[in-house]
């Protein structure tokens, strides 16, 4: 069983409509991180978070420790966020990222 | 602007050949990493390096070699002896192992034919 669950695995939405991805960990976590893959491979780290709420933009990532679990969103969804989405999380005693299997987000216009 | 480069993008090589793919990272990071990501997989760590000359196995480093004879630049190498060569590869770099943000290469796709 992996360590780090994503839902859902396949997610299709509307232009503007508000995108919830979810991430749940069986670990204890010193961070967790949110990455975007685009269709040609390359991975962009968007976030890295150990605690509370971060945002960039449209892109909003919160974090509940007590409760292994943490959620990415995006408001005003635009076909340009199409990509697959990347929990991974950094075990405190870990050497290494553990990554979730990724969610693809597709928005259609 | 600082970033990782991988090349190629794309490989093809014939089975029972080594192969060698390149990152370079000019971030100035102390560690470097390799991944490798199949389908329906989250990304696997082959190898990586906390500082130049020193390195330690992933998950999945049978079949696989590295070096890291300078900072900016962490190879890796397919041998014949990995028996499912064909996959996605990535590099990622980060500025002290399991400290910071990662940066990741935009990977080289190897099919073994």
């Known amino acids: 069983k992996n360590e780090v669950e994503q839902s859902p695995q396949n997610l299709t939405a509307q232009e503007g409509e508000f995108i919830t991805i979810n991430c749940s960990y069986s670990v204890g976590i010193s961070a967790l991180h949110w990455l975007q893959q685009h269709p040609g491979g390359g991975i962009v780290s968007l976030f890295m978070l150990s605690s509370g709420k971060k945002k960039h933009g449209r892109l909003i990532a919160t974090i509940n420790i007590q409760e292994k679990h943490s959620s990415l969103h995006i408001t005003a969804s635009h076909p340009r966020d199409s990509a697959v989405y990347i929990c991974?999380?950094?075990?405190?005693?870990?050497?290494?990222?553990?990554f979730g299997k990724g969610t693809k987000l597709t928005v259609n216009p | 602007d600082g970033g990782i480069t991988q090349s190629p993008k794309y490989l093809f090589r014939k089975e029972g050949q080594n192969v060698t793919l390149s990152c370079e990272q000019n971030?100035?990071?102390?560690?470097m990493y390799w991944y490798r990501q199949d389908p329906g997989q989250g990304l696997r760590l082959i190898y990586y390096s906390q500082i130049v000359n020193d390195f330690q196995k992933g998950d999945i480093a049978e079949g696989y070699s590295v070096s890291r004879e300078k900072k900016e630049s962490f190879p890796l190498t397919v041998t014949s002896a990995q028996k499912n060569p064909t996959a996605f590869y990535l590099c990622?770099?980060?500025?002290?192992?399991?400290?910071?943000?990662?940066?990741f290469g935009s990977g080289t796709r190897l099919t073994v034919v």
């Open positions: 990622a770099s980060s500025i002290q192992h399991r400290q910071g943000g990662y940066t």
């Open positions: 971030l100035n990071h102390d560690a």
């Open positions: 991974a999380v950094m075990g405190g005693g870990s050497e290494k990222l553990v």
